[in-house]
Nanobody
Framework: QVQLVEAGGGLVQPGGSLRLSCAAS????????MGWYRQAPGKERELVATISSGGLTKYADSVKGRFAIDRDNDKKMVILQMHSLNPEETAVYYC???????????????WGKGTLVTVSS
């Protein structure tokens, strides 16, 4: 089994900052891409940012210049630093990881349970 556990969500005022973290544990041979998605009420889940095992990053246009994604391969963690948050970014933020569980397994996608970020005054 593989678990992804997010932390760092909560209430933040408009214009504020928040840091999300996600730790992967369990039967992991290798971690490929990791990232964050979010789902606002009544909307579909959307990509926020991803980072490859080599550190290549990709961001949604709406967060470029405000969000930064990073990873610690030794700790099997991915971090999302968010700045200048606005109320429209209130959502459940989900951690995502492409995991290979053993040398003979294929890469599979795993998701965390999500952490709620509320941007409100």
């Amino acid at each position: 089994q593989v678990q992804l556990v997010e932390a760092g969500g909560g209430l933040v005022q408009p214009g504020g900052s928040l840091r999300l973290s996600c730790a992967a544990s369990g039967s992991i041979f290798s971690l490929n891409a990791m990232g964050w998605y979010r789902q606002a009420p009544g909307k579909e889940r959307e990509l926020v940012a991803t980072i490859s095992s080599g550190g290549l990053t990709k961001y949604a246009d709406s967060v470029k210049g405000r969000f930064a994604i990073d990873r610690d391969n030794d700790k099997k963690m991915v971090i999302l630093q968010m700045h200048s948050l606005n109320p429209e970014e209130t959502a459940v933020y989900y951690c995502y990881a492409e995991v290979r569980r053993s040398v003979v397994d294929y890469t599979e996608a795993y998701w965390g349970k999500g952490t709620l970020v509320t941007v409100s005054s």
